[in-house]
C-alpha cells in the first residue's frame, strides 16, 4: 500500500499533532514500507505453528474480590482541598 503525502497529513490531523512539511515524504515513505512488511506477514505460513505460552492463557491472578464497608466522606474526603457536603470541589475547566 503506497502512503501519499495527503494520507501522512490527514492522520497527522487525526492524531492532533503538527508535522514539519520537510518531513512529509519520508513520513510517507516510512509507514509505506511498515505497511509492506505487515503484508509479507499475512503470507508467512503459521499452519504447523503451535499456541504460544503467554498472559492470554494464564489462569486469572488477581485476588479474590472481599466487599468492605466504605470508610465514608468524612474519611475519603478527610485530605480534599475543598469540598461541598459529600463531593470534591474542583476548579472549572469548561467555560
Known amino acids: 500500500m503506497k502512503i501519499t503525502q495527503k494520507d501522512v497529513e490527514y492522520i497527522a490531523h487525526l492524531a492532533r499533532l503538527e508535522v514539519d512539511e520537510t518531513l512529509v515524504?519520508?513520513?510517507?515513505?516510512?509507514?509505506?514500507?511498515?505497511?509492506?512488511?505487515?503484508?509479507?506477514?499475512?503470507?508467512?505460513?503459521?499452519?504447523?505453528?503451535?499456541?504460544?505460552?503467554?498472559?492470554?492463557?494464564?489462569?486469572?491472578?488477581?485476588?479474590?474480590?472481599?466487599?468492605?464497608?466504605?470508610?465514608?466522606?468524612?474519611v475519603t474526603l478527610s485530605n480534599a482541598p475543598e469540598r461541598h457536603e459529600d463531593f470534591y470541589t474542583v476548579p472549572r475547566v469548561v467555560g
Open 25 to 74: 515524504d519520508k513520513f510517507a515513505e516510512q509507514i509505506s514500507n511498515i505497511l509492506q512488511y505487515i503484508d509479507k506477514l499475512k503470507d508467512a505460513d503459521v499452519s504447523g505453528a503451535g499456541l504460544m505460552a503467554g498472559a492470554a492463557l494464564q489462569n486469572n491472578v488477581f485476588r479474590e474480590d472481599i466487599v468492605k464497608k466504605s470508610p465514608g466522606p468524612d
